[in-house]
């Protein structure tokens, strides 16, 4: 309907202008307007600009739904993509970022003057869940300790689960108390987690973490390294300890 409309008023307007025209310059040039010449004017006009101008409005028209389909498609690729990436970004189990991405969101600090602190949160005694009650319990508990670990941090730090049992936490911006802070509380929420894995006796999960401050120039290999230390430390302190760099002497 709106090809039509459109259509209809060009050749309108086609007539007028071609009348107007032949009343015009006819005169003009000497000439005398005959009834044929009006009716010509008139009628070719609106023969051949009618269907010429619905053509057109239609051709027109396929090309804008066109560009409208392609550019739904386009979007919908951009969100697939997006998607995708997410995905691929996440440890399918505990939805944090996987190892890559959490080392590239560490890396990606770097240069910062207010960088943060680096955590590295290991499970303790966790091969003998696995082995004592099977893997899909393992899991169970990881999954425990998982969310234990993210209603400690706060919403701007990062999670990562960087090896079987061992998660790491990105502290952006904080300073060392506060993330010493963190660690403590990470430890704690963990310890309340009441694990029943035969749905009677509690099986207490404790985490062992070390802790350093990221500085500015620190590559990822390095900070894992400090962190690391301090994570052997907690662990030969006798587990369910959070070691920090700067607080390892009072641990």
Known sequence: MHIVKKSVLAAILSAVASVLIVLIVVPLAGGEVSTLALVMSTVCPL????????????QN?????????????????????????????RDMM?????????????DSSRGD???GALLIIDADHFKRINDSF?????????LKIAAAIARAVRKSDVLGRIGGEEFGAFLSGASDVEAAHVAERIRRE????????????TLPLTVSIGGTVCDAAATVSELMRAADRRLYEA???????AVFESTQRAA
Do not use: C, Y
């Open 47 to 58: 023969v051949i600009a009618g269907p010429a101008s619905a053509w057109s409005a239609w």
């Open 235 to 241: 662990k030969q302190g006798g587990r369910n300890l």
């Open 61 to 89: 028209e396929k090309l804008r739904q066109a560009n409208a389909q392609l550019a739904r498609a386009h979007a919908d690729l951009a969100l697939a993509h997006a998607r995708l990436a997410e995905k691929a970004s």
């Open 190 to 201: 963990v310890e309340m987690v009441r694990f029943r894995p035969n749905g009677d006796a």
């Open 94 to 106: 505990t939805g944090m970022l996987n190892r890559e991405s959490f080392f590239a969101a560490l």
């Open 113 to 115: 003057e207010k960088r």
């Open 134 to 142: 099977g893997h899909l319990i393992g899991d169970d508990a990881l």
